[in-house]
């Protein structure tokens, strides 16, 4: 099984809809792909009581219901808080060992796994990780999503920084145009961020007719990404 782990700068750059958007990608090419959300905060609340987490059905969406819920996300909890604080308030705590181990389920049952993190690499996983001790344990290759807002080149190289100095290896950056800028600001912002880091600009997410961000394109002159290669190598050889 190969994987990728998808990070962000921060809390709604647009994690979620970049890996429903790279399993749709990858499903549409023939491979087995699967979504693995270790832990999700932030409940939504139902006039019948009934509790539901956004980001986790659009990943079951993105993946046409194949599989069970409670493994694309294993740990839920509902005050939208970081997992360990969230975690708290309901006299619990996030489970380190099934963060990990619930990416074994997935190993004999798809080609490709993607793995959604939560908030950024320094964002809080248990009382005493953070997303980043998660990723190096995983081993995955590295993906940023950096949305295009003022301070992205800051917030962006400082994500990259972390990365590089705690050893990540890092597939590339993927920008989400979420307020449709304009092509100069674009290109200011990708050019800044090009001469500070060796790190491959992968492409940008961008709208659809219907106002979302769910497509993606390649920089410039760039060739697509090919998503299924930047998995990296099978765990399992």
Same mark, same amino acid.
């Given at each position: 099984m190969r994987g990728l782990f998808i990070t962000a700068t921060d809390t709604g750059a647009g994690k979620t809809v970049?890996? !429903?958007?790279?399993? =749709? *990608? &990858?499903?549409?090419? +023939?491979y087995r792909t699967g979504c693995y959300k270790p832990v !999700?905060?932030?409940a939504e609340h139902a006039e019948d009581g009934f509790r539901s987490w956004s980001d986790v059905d659009a990943l079951s969406a993105s993946l046409e219901r194949r599989f069970p819920a409670d493994r694309i996300c294993p740990q839920t909890f509902v005050a939208p808080l970081a997992p360990p604080s969230a975690a708290a308030l309901e006299d619990a705590v996030v489970d380190s060992h099934l963060l990990r181990q619930g990416v074994e /389920? /997935?190993? $004999? =049952?798809? $080609?490709?796994? &993607?793995?959604? +993190?939560?908030?950024g690499l320094l964002c809080p996983l248990t009382t005493e990780e953070t997303v980043a001790d998660l990723v190096r344990d995983l081993a995955f290759p590295l993906l940023i999503v950096s949305p295009l807002i003022l301070g992205t080149i800051n917030h962006t190289l400082l994500t990259i *920084?972390?990365?590089?100095r705690r050893g990540l290896?890092?597939?590339g950056v993927l920008f989400n145009d979420v307020h449709r800028q304009s092509e100069s600001y674009l290109e200011s912002v990708l050019s800044e961020v090009e001469v500070r880091t060796s790190v491959p600009l992968l492409g940008m997410m961008t709208y659809t007719s219907s106002g979302s961000t769910q497509s993606w394109q390649p920089l410039g002159e760039r060739a697509p990404a090919d998503w299924f290669h930047l998995t990296g190598t099978d765990r399992r050889s």
């Open positions: 970049a890996t !429903c958007m790279l399993a =749709r *990608e &990858l499903l549409g090419q +023939g !999700c905060t932030g /389920w /997935w190993s $004999d =049952r798809v $080609d490709v796994l &993607l793995v959604e +993190g939560v908030g *920084e972390v990365a590089q290896n890092i597939a």
